[in-house]
Structure formats: C-alpha cells, structure tokens
C-alpha cells in the first residue's frame, strides 16, 4: 500500500494536528491505537487500512509525523493569510490586543483545553481587517464581533490554515506575552528555547534583538 506522508508542516492541516494531539492525549486509547489512528489521519486514510502496514512503517511514519508537530520551533510569522478569497492579518501589535481576547486565549489555552482549542486560539490572532493603509491595518474588534461571525472563521481555519501558520503565530505571541508580560505561571503549553529571535514592531515588521522562546 502506498501512503501519502506529509513531509513539510505546510503539508498538514490545523484539523489533522488538532485531532492528532487529541488522540496522543486522550488516555482511554493505549499506544497502538494512537498509532494507527494518527498514521490515518495524516495519510487521508482509514484505520483499517492502515491496520494492514506493515508495523515497522507504521512506527517509522509515526516518528516523522510527532517529529515534525513537535519539531523546530523557529517557524516565521505569518502576518497575512488568505482563504476563500477572503483575507485575514495577525494583531499588528499584540500589546493592544483587547482584554477580552487575552483573557480568551488564556482560558482556552489551559493544557487540557488547548489542543482542541487550537482553531479557536487561531481566530483570535487572526482577524478580517477594517482597513488598511500601506503596511498599517485595523482589524476587526474581537469583542464586539457576533458568535457567528467568529465561529465561522474558526471553521474556515481549522479546514484550510497549515501548520506552518498554526506554529509561527502562536509561538510568536507567546513569546511576546512573556516578555512584555512577564509570564511565568503554567497557563501557556511549556515552551523550548530558541535561537530565533524576533521581537513586535509597530509596524508589523520582525526585528533581531534577544533570545526568546516559541511553541507550537
């Protein structure tokens, strides 16, 4: 049998990692069976099917698959993303990100929660925006958007955004976050060192400065 194996965190999408982490991390399914069923979903097939690899491919793509979820860390932001012909942008400055959304992504960010929230989180960081002006643009008010305007684009996110956006965004704003913040509880994922170095500008621009940390 022939698989398809992702080879790039472009190649999977926020749906497949979402439902992967959620099976690595449900403890009613013993270790085999999160094999299988990871292997299927990456791969676009059934576990029955995958039921017949031989088990040594099956441990080899399961390896590369968890390799590349938990994998360098140094991924580049995204700023901009477009789907459905619809475009989207990452807050310009998280620093004037609105209490509400903050305290949203913290609670959904909770290490049980996190995994299935990832889509969620992902709608928060990126938004549609009002208006734009050169580099500089407003997004839309989180807060004061409707419940159906906002799960609507984390419908759209979790079909069509990669993991390559997933990772350089959320590990950009947690690195900002504790920074600016000076996090040190646990309510974010735990985060490994990086030699990256990417600091917020106003301007929506990356600039080197000091070592700082990213996650997926």
Known sequence: ????????????????AQKVLLIDRNPDIDEFAKKVHSVA??????????????????????????????????????????????????????????????????????????AGNLHKIMAVLYRPIDAKAGKKYKLKSYVKESTSEREERQAIFLKHMTLDVVRGATGFFLRVMQRCLNISDNSFPQLPQLTVTEVLAGDGILSSTQSQEGSL
């Open 1 to 16: 049998m022939r698989l398809r194996v992702p080879t790039e965190l472009k190649d999977i999408t926020l749906e497949q």
């Open 41 to 114: 979903i990456m791969t676009g097939r059934t576990a029955e099917e995958i039921a017949e690899v031989a088990y040594i491919d099956l441990e080899m793509i399961n390896t590369r698959i968890f390799a590349m979820i938990n994998g360098d860390m140094s991924t580049p932001l995204r700023r901009h993303v477009n789907y459905l012909n619809r475009e989207y942008a990452f807050i310009e400055d998280v620093r004037d990100m609105e209490t509400g959304a903050f305290v949203d992504i913290d609670e959904m960010s909770k290490e049980d929660k996190y």
